[in-house]
């Protein structure tokens, strides 16, 4: 039963896929009816698959949706086949955008990065603001993977360093800079999606987004100083030892300037072909964003003369991968029913009538200033960041707001960024406990509560500036 069950999903996914893509271009309607029931689909095989149990909130989530339709002024039948629509860009961006990930392990990129940068990295802060900086850049093809990748390839380099500070020096360097990619980085799908449903400009979203996130390096680095010094430990003169190992035992320097020359050029190709065709084309940032993403990938591995290897790693993810990714498929397709079943009452009028009386009793109060703080309850509540910002950024985008759309972009995304330092239950903390053994609250909360709250500050600060 398994067997067959997953068969299905794997079909389910792939044609949900394929068929939004082609609906995107070629309207039909009896195309959108199949891609509905690939979505309904979807969720049977997955609670066959992964039990009802851990399939419990994408359940409770189109539950209540559907509840939400029956007393709404919809039709069931078409309110279900529509609300299975609703997130459809997002589970496209999601099938397709994990998948730089392949380009990034065909070569040594991450160690010709480091060894070339080596003689910057030669003290405990320099080395800190490396590593925070180079999990933005690799967040920018492995999203939260980047976390357990890097952790292991810094692990590598300080293989002798161990204890609580050297764990608190990695974890919060590794948490603090994915944190910060969601500010602004554009392959990011949380990020993307707020974008877009705010109808945001995407360069003044990252121009902004990128700037705070250069200031929260800064404040990391203050405060890694400060944790450095409460540990009492010369970090300095550990980083300083590995790294002679590691030349010592360093070869290749041609080859090591290729593969770094490459890496840099796959990153602005991708960066800049999804720039240009943004500002060229009509079409959806979540459309563009993966089908550029998916001609980046065949454009390199032809260059690379390794189609063949293409065709197997796409047979095997399609067999095998894309599992891993179906409960966060089947999040969005549960959240997609939810908003637009809420969309079909008048939930947003009365929000906005409840943000009109709260400004009207509280006059320096306003909604910038509770956006991240919903981000952060959902994240404790295990809702992890891009299900929360499809929660929040739907029922925002039926809300007439009165500040401009990238400080709103802003304003939310901070708070995922706060959700992923502090939240022990989602999947950016739990991938470091994972890998560091320390628990969730202590990577989180232990390390990170100060440093959170500085943020949504200094955020705070910027995002009440621009909206006055």
Not at 248 to 273: I, M, P, W, Y
Not at 295 to 305: D, E, M, P, Q, S
Not at 375 to 380: D, E, H, N, P, Q
Request: aromatic content about 14%; overall charge neutral.
């Amino acid at each position: 039963m398994k067997a067959l069950a997953k068969w299905g999903l794997s079909l389910s996914i792939t044609l949900y896929g394929l068929l939004h893509f082609i609906t995107y271009f070629y309207q039909n309607e009896s195309l959108l009816f199949f891609l509905s029931i690939s979505g309904i689909s979807m969720i049977i095989f997955a609670v066959i698959i992964l039990s009802v149990k851990r399939m419990k909130m994408p359940i409770v989530l189109v539950s209540i949706g559907i509840i939400i339709l029956m007393y709404s002024d919809t039709s069931l039948g078409n309110g279900i086949m529509s609300g299975f629509l609703q997130m459809r860009n997002m589970i496209g961006l999601l099938i397709l955008v994990p998948l730089i990930s392949w380009v990034l392990r065909e070569e040594p990129y991450m160690e010709a990065i480091v060894s070339l940068g080596n003689k910057f990295l030669n003290t405990s802060r320099r080395f800190y603001l490396g590593t925070i900086s180079f999990v933005q850049v690799i967040a920018y093809f492995l999203l939260f993977g980047s976390i357990q990748m890097v952790y292991h390839f810094i692990n590598e380099i300080l293989k002798d360093e161990k204890g609580e500070a050297w764990e608190n020096f990695k974890g919060t360097a590794l948490l603090r800079g994915f944190a910060l990619s969601t500010l602004w980085v554009v392959s990011i799908p949380s990020f993307v999606f707020v974008v877009e449903i705010m109808d945001a400009s995407l360069y003044l979203s990252i121009l902004q987004g990128f700037g705070m996130a250069v200031v929260g390096v800064l404040i990391a680095l203050f405060f890694s100083r400060l944790e450095e010094k409460k540990y009492g430990v010369d970090l300095t003169a550990g980083v300083q030892s590995e790294f002679a190992e590691v030349l010592d035992a360093n070869h290749g320097q041609v080859r090591v300037k290729r593969d770094f020359q490459e890496f840099c050029l796959l990153f602005l190709s991708l960066f800049g072909t999804i720039f240009i065709l943004q500002a060229f084309i009509e079409m959806d940032l979540l459309i563009l964003i993966p089908l550029v993403v998916a001609g980046w990938i065949v454009l390199y591995y032809l260059y690379k003369k390794r189609p063949q290897k293409l065709a197997r790693q796409l047979k095997s993810h399609i067999k095998n991968d894309i599992f891993h990714e179906t409960y966060q498929f089947c999040m969005m397709l549960g959240s997609g029913m939810l908003i637009y079943a809420l969309n079909q009452t008048s939930f947003a009028k009365n929000v906005v009538e409840g943000i009109y009386s709260l400004q009207s009793a509280v006059p320096f109060l306003n909604l910038l200033y509770f956006l991240p703080f919903i981000v952060v309850i959902l994240g404790f509540c295990g809702l992890g960041p891009l299900t929360v910002m499809v929660l929040v950024g739907g029922i925002l985008s039926g809300l007439d707001l009165p500040y401009p759309p990238e400080v709103i972009v802003l304003a939310v995304t901070s708070g995922s960024a706060i959700s992923i330092l502090l939240s022990p239950l989602i999947m950016p903390i739990i991938t470091l406990s994972s890998v560091n053994g320390l628990s969730g609250f202590k990577n989180g909360i232990g390390f990170n509560w100060k440093y959170a709250l500085i943020l949504y500050i200094v955020v705070q600060v910027y995002v009440q500036l621009m909206a006055a």
